[in-house]
């Protein structure tokens, strides 16, 4: 099993990115995937679940702002971040089963 995240970068507050997690070794769809974060100074902190029916859940922070989403050909997940604050700085992972990648730095400031 491996996760690569992407697409991390600095963006203004109000800004948008899209978040990648390549994966390999196992099939995607067939698992719940998540994205987690963790900020500077914080501890670990789920973010989206995405579940093989294709059923999506968001920490109430993050609704409406965040879409998680899947390409099953391409066997990646995606995160897209919309109206970004500065307080969803932080490394964001994917995950499957608490198995996560390095991670994508995130920084969101002015």
């Known amino acids: 099993v491996q996760l690569v995240e992407s697409g991390g970068g600095l963006v203004q507050p109000g800004g948008s990115l899209t978040l990648s997690c390549a994966a390999s070794?196992?099939?995607?769809?067939?698992?719940?995937m998540d994205w987690a974060r963790q900020a500077p100074g914080k501890g670990l902190e789920w973010v989206s679940t995405?579940?093989?029916?294709?059923?999506?859940y968001y920490k109430d922070s993050v609704k409406g702002r965040f879409t998680i989403s899947r390409d099953n050909a391409k066997n990646m997940l995606y995160l897209q971040l919309n109206s970004l604050k500065t307080e969803d700085t932080a490394i964001y992972y994917c995950?499957?089963?608490?198995?996560r990648g390095q991670g994508t730095q995130v920084t969101v400031s002015s």
């Open positions: 995950s499957k089963g608490g198995q």
């Open positions: 070794g196992f099939t995607l769809s067939n698992y719940a």
């Open positions: 995405l579940t093989p029916s294709g059923s999506a």
